[in-house]
C-alpha cells in the first residue's frame, strides 16, 4: 500500500514555462515532507521540504505547497530550465523521536525542453 | 568532504550467489539507511540504523538479506542466495542526527542477477 503517491509517471514542459509535480499522501500521521532530486546513475539529492505547521515554503524558483486537508502537496519550479530534468520524489516523515524514517513515492520524471 | 560512498558500483551476479554490497557513511552521521529502487515499487526503506544500531528493518523483503553496521564508518547488506527479482539499484543514505529528516544519498549500487 502506497502511503505516498505520485500518480503522474511524467511531465514535460517547455523551458522558462512552470513545472507543477503533485504528490498526494495517506497517512495523517506524516508531518514533514521532502523533495528529492534524482539524476541518472546518481543519488537523490534533498531539494526542498515543509513542514506541517506550514503550507508554503519557497527557496529560489522553487516552492512547495501543503495542502493538509487533501493531503496534497505540489512543487512548483519556475522559471523551469533545461538542467530540472530529473526524476523527482516526494517523500514524507512522522516525527515522534524513534522514528525518522522518509517514505518515498514512486517518483516523477520531469523533462524541460529547450 | 567525501559524500556517502557505495561499492561496488554496478555488480552482475549468477542466480544463487552471495552478493554483498557496502557502504561508508559521511563522517559523523550516526543514521544510515539501506533502500532499494525498482521501476515497480519505487525507492523502498529496506532498514535503517542509528548509533550503529538496527532500528527498523521491517522493509527488508526476506530472510535472504540481512545488513551489519559493525561500526559508524561501515555498512553492509547481504543477499544470500541472490535471485533476479533483486536485481534494482541499492542506495545507502546517512544522516546526521536521530529526527532529522535529510538524508544524504550514495550513487548507488545496480545490481543485476541473472
Known amino acids: 500500500d502506497q502511503q505516498v503517491k505520485q500518480n503522474s509517471p511524467s511531465l514535460s514542459v517547455q523551458e522558462g514555462r512552470i513545472s507543477i509535480l503533485n504528490c498526494d499522501y495517506t497517512?495523517?500521521?506524516?508531518?514533514?515532507f521532502l523533495w528529492y532530486k534524482k539524476y541518472p546513475a546518481e543519488g537523490p539529492t534533498f531539494l526542498i521540504s515543509i513542514s506541517s505547521i506550514k503550507d508554503k515554503n519557497e527557496d529560489g524558483r522553487f516552492t512547495v505547497f501543503l495542502n493538509k486537508s487533501a493531503k496534497h502537496l505540489s512543487l512548483h519550479i519556475v522559471p523551469s530550465q533545461p538542467g530540472d530534468s530529473a526524476v523527482y520524489f516526494c517523500a514524507a516523515s512522522a516525527s515522534g523521536g524513534a522514528n525518522s524514517k522518509l517514505t518515498f513515492g514512486k517518483g516523477i520524471t520531469l523533462s524541460v525542453r529547450p | 568532504d567525501a559524500g556517502v560512498i557505495q561499492s561496488p558500483r554496478h555488480e552482475v551476479t549468477e542466480m544463487g550467489q552471495e552478493v554483498t554490497l557496502r557502504c561508508k557513511p559521511i563522517?559523523?552521521?550516526?543514521?544510515l539507511f539501506w533502500y532499494r529502487q525498482t521501476m515497480m515499487r519505487g525507492l523502498e526503506l529496506l532498514i535503517y540504523f542509528n548509533n550503529n544500531v538496527p532500528i527498523d528493518d521491517s522493509g527488508m523483503p526476506e530472510d535472504r538479506f540481512s545488513a551489519k553496521m559493525p561500526n559508524a564508518s561501515f555498512s553492509t547488506l547481504k543477499i544470500q542466495p541472490s535471485e533476479p527479482r533483486d536485481s534494482a539499484v541499492y542506495f545507502c543514505?546517512?544522516?546526521?542526527?536521530?529526527?532529522?529528516?535529510?538524508?544524504?544519498f550514495g550513487p548507488g549500487t545496480r545490481l543485476t542477477v541473472t
Open positions: 543514505a546517512s544522516s546526521l542526527e536521530r529526527g532529522s529528516y535529510e538524508q544524504y
Open positions: 497517512n495523517s500521521m506524516f508531518d514533514y
Open positions: 563522517s559523523g552521521h550516526n543514521s
